[in-house]
């Protein structure tokens, strides 16, 4: 795997973070850690580049809140929760 390839992955991966369903959170989390410790394992990311990834990814777990965008599809006209 090229090193693009695997940075173009994991940006999808923490993009797929993201998902209101806890329960997709945790194991599109534990995916996405998988993906980064078998790029540092085969050298396609440095050891500071893989714990950079891993804290990318723990930020992206605490900040996924599904209530304000709720909050803004029961604001348009004919739609309810």
Do not use: C, H, Y
């Not at 394992?41 to 304000?68: T, Y």
């Amino acid at each position: 795997m090229t090193r693009e390839r695997a940075i173009a992955f994991l940006s999808d991966s923490l993009a797929q973070l993201r998902d209101p369903d806890p329960d997709q959170r945790d194991w599109k989390l534990a995916f996405a850690e998988g993906a980064v410790g078998a790029f540092e394992r085969v050298g396609v990311l440095s050891g500071n580049e893989a714990d950079r990834w891993r804290e990318r990814f723990a930020m992206s777990d605490e900040a996924v809140d599904p209530l304000p965008a709720l909050a803004r599809r029961s604001e348009l006209p004919g739609r309810s929760i």
